[in-house]
Every structure is written in structure tokens, then in C-alpha cells.
């Protein structure tokens, strides 16, 4: 049994967690904090889970007290959150899953510059791996530190992948508009997330300065091998949750849709949570579940190729890929825990 502590269990990307954790028949879940709510009732937080989980959540200082106590600890806090707790559970031989962004960019200078905060774990960076599993599978397994890759650059970087792994487009022509549930904005007040603020409206936000934008790059160059800069814009829709990431790239040769399907269908043919289909993907089809779907079609007139991928920003995007990051590094099979439809309706 694997004895799991999760940091920030009462974000919205946190109790997705639990609730897939509390599922898992390997895993038993030792604790969970809470900033705010340290002291109460989990199913006090979330009523959801009511005659299901009653643990009180602690706070970060009896978390870090109680590290001998797990074999893994989730971290899903915001920028600078898992620099210290980081450090400590790494002394002790606990895996980390870091759920938040503090791992994720190997250069120290980029992150400061887009995170506008100083990296104080910089020395565990040569020892984190980036967790996208469908790309980076044995590099992740047995590993002590994940940094669990963000949810656009999840749904971009898997939709990418197949034609700038092979050199099909022009590096510099990728051009990612994306949309985003209110959920991905986390769970804390913000009168930009208030009903009456975002209920029917559509927007887009973080143009230019949005920080996934270098995570986004950082894969797709690893993946390239040579830099790739992209235009990335991303939007606000009034929907709770899902990502559909629309991306439009230059063909280098004349290719139909058919091939390219073809294509992505022999690339992803061995993975279980890809699904590549022929029409286009939808965010209420993989609401819920740990799926990616993706569709692709080719502009003859243009010849570019438009890629769209539809993932759950919760799961997929979050927590579902932290668990299946947690089945690799101690060596389960991956989709332990995982095998759950999307919901519909």
C-alpha cells in the first residue's frame, strides 16, 4: 500500500485528487492540508464526499512533521508553494508529484521571468522530470520528483506532438488558441470567476504574458530539437470545467487530412488515454476522465494543418495525470485507478 500525503487538497485540482486517490486499491491517503481550512472536516470543504471521507485537514507545518509518515506527497499549490516542502521530503527519500509550476522550466532565469518570483529550489531542478507520460515515459519511471505538467500545455503539447516530433510543420509558424472552464482558474475569490462576471461572455486573457506559453515552448523544442516559439492565446469560457486546444501550424509538404490521421492514429496507437478520432473533439466527451481526445484536419487551400485536442483541465489536465505519474514511479500499471468514462451530461 502506498501512503499518500496531498498539499493543498481543498483546490479544486486538489479534491479531484482525493477523490481519484480515495478510489485507487493501492494507494492509502495519510492526510491532507489545507490553508484554510485546516482544522475542518474534508466532506465539511466539499459535501461531496459525505460518509466518505471525514479526515480533518491539517496544515503545511504538521504535514511537514508528519513526511515519515508517506511514501509520496502531492503538491498542488500555486507558484513558489513547493520550493520548501520540496526540499524537506526529498532529504527523507519521499516522491514528489508537484501538481503546481515550480519544476516544470529547467531555466532558472525563464521561470523568475515569467513567474516574477525567485526559484529557491533551483538545485532539485536536474533532478525533476517533466510528466507528461504519453512523451516521456521511461524517463519518468522510478523517479523521485515530477513536476506534473500544466493543463494547456498538456492538451498542446499532446495535440503537437506527432507532427513536431517528425519535423511535418514549420516550427515558427505554430499558432495555439485555446479555451479554458472557470475552474481552471482555481478556487480562490476573484471577481473575474463571479457568476455574474463571466456567465455569458467569452474572452481571452493573459495575451503575450499567459506562463504556460514557455512550458508549452520548452516541450515542443525537446520534442523538435531545435527552439520552438509559438504564439499562444487563451480564453476564458463560462463553462466549469475542460480545455479545447486549437492549434494551427505551416505543412512542410502537401498532406491530405487522411494522412495526417493516419498518422496520429499510428503515433498514439498504444496509449490508453488518447483517443484520435475522425471528427472533432469536444470538451463534453472527456469531461470527467482522464482522456485526451484529438481530431486534426489539413487546409488545402492554406496547406496548414489545424490540430484540436479536448481534455478534462481537472483530471487529464491535473490530477488524473499526477496519479498516472504516481502508477509509473512505483511501478504500477498505468491506468491503475485511472479506468473511469467521462460523465454525460
Known amino acids: 500500500m502506498i501512503n499518500a500525503g496531498i498539499i493543498g487538497a481543498t483546490g479544486y485540482a486538489g479534491e479531484q485528487l482525493v477523490w481519484i486517490l480515495n478510489n485507487h486499491k493501492d494507494v492509502n491517503i495519510v492526510y491532507l492540508t489545507a490553508h484554510n481550512y485546516a482544522g475542518m472536516s474534508f466532506d465539511d470543504v466539499y459535501s461531496n464526499f459525505r460518509g466518505f471521507i471525514n479526515q480533518k485537514c491539517i496544515d503545511l507545518k504538521e504535514a511537514t512533521e508528519r513526511l515519515d509518515e508517506v511514501d509520496v506527497l502531492f503538491v498542488a499549490l500555486h507558484q ?16 514528489i508529484i508537484d501538481l503546481g509550476p515550480d519544476f516544470r522550466i529547467k531555466d532558472v532565469n525563464c521561470y523568475e521571468e515569467w513567474y516574477k518570483i525567485d526559484h529557491n529550489a533551483a538545485e532539485l531542478l536536474d533532478e525533476a522530470v517533466y510528466g507528461l507520460v504519453e512523451l516521456n515515459r521511461e524517463d519518468i519511471k522510478g523517479k523521485a520528483l515530477i513536476a506534473n505538467p500544466g493543463c494547456y500545455p498538456t492538451a498542446t503539447a499532446l495535440g503537437l506532438a506527432p507532427l513536431v516530433k517528425n519535423g511535418l510543420v514549420e516550427l515558427k509558424s505554430i499558432i495555439v488558441d485555446a479555451k479554458s472552464g472557470i475552474s481552471g482558474a482555481g478556487r480562490g475569490a476573484n471577481i473575474q470567476n463571479l457568476y455574474c462576471e463571466s456567465s455569458e461572455s ?23 530539437g531545435d527552439e520552438v516559439i509559438i504564439s499562444f492565446t487563451p480564453h476564458l469560457v463560462p463553462m466549469a470545467r475542460g480545455i479545447l486546444s486549437t492549434c494551427y501550424a505551416q505543412l512542410k509538404k502537401d498532406m491530405t487530412t487522411e494522412e495526417i490521421l493516419d498518422f496520429y492514429k499510428e503515433f498514439y496507437k498504444d496509449e490508453k488515454f488518447v483517443r484520435v478520432i475522425d471528427g472533432f473533439p469536444e470538451t463534453k466527451w472527456v469531461k470527467g476522465s482522464n482522456l485526451c481526445d484529438i481530431g486534426v484536419r489539413v487546409d488545402k487551400r492554406t496547406n496548414r494543418v489545424i490540430v484540436m485536442s479536448a481534455i478534462d483541465n481537472l483530471i487529464k489536465g491535473a490530477a488524473g495525470q499526477a496519479v498516472q505519474n504516481m502508477n509509473l514511479i512505483f511501478g504500477l500499471e498505468e491506468t491503475e485507478g485511472l479506468n473511469f468514462m467521462p460523465m454525460f451530461p
Do not use: N
Request: glycine fraction near 10%; avoid cysteine; hydrophobic fraction near 40%.
Open 80 to 95: 513558489g508553494g513547493a520550493f520548501e516542502i520540496a526540499k524537506e521530503a526529498m532529504k527523507k527519500g519521499i516522491k
Open 202 to 224: 467569452f474572452k481571452a486573457y493573459g495575451v503575450t504574458t499567459h506562463r504556460h506559453t514557455p512550458e508549452i515552448e520548452q516541450q515542443l523544442s525537446a520534442l523538435a
